[in-house]
């Protein structure tokens, strides 16, 4: 069975930046396919991150520049690094496997970017 957890999350003034992490088990990690997600209040979830096997990467144009997705096979884990951070990206920042057949999400981790 596969699973995901998120941590990392927390409060951060608006410039910072914030790592989360992602931990991924019951799946060869070597072959997971893993994208970062978040959800505002009263918002739908958005795509922020993929990252594929082979190690290429994708943002939206949100992100891009700012958030940077990367693993660690040892640990198997699965990392968001995430700079120059506005309130605008407040919300609960969500980490998913999708290479298994099926897509498995974590519970969560919850970011807020405030003064």
């Known amino acids: 069975q596969v699973k995901v957890a998120e941590s990392g999350g927390g409060l951060v003034q608006p410039g910072g930046s914030l790592k989360l992490s992602c931990v991924v088990s019951g799946f060869p990690f070597s072959e997971a396919i893993m994208t970062w997600n978040r959800q505002a209040p009263g918002k739908e979830r958005e795509w922020v991150a993929t990252?594929?096997?082979?190690?290429?990467?994708m943002y939206p144009s949100s992100v891009k520049g700012r958030f940077t997705i990367s693993r660690d096979d040892e640990k198997t884990t699965v990392y968001l690094q995430m700079n120059s951070l506005t309130p605008e990206d407040t919300g609960v920042y969500y980490c998913?496997?999708?290479?298994?057949?099926?897509?498995?999400w974590g519970q969560g981790t919850q970011v807020t970017v405030s003064s």
């Open positions: 990252l594929w096997p082979g190690g290429a990467t």
């Open positions: 998913a496997e999708a290479g298994s057949g099926s897509t498995t």
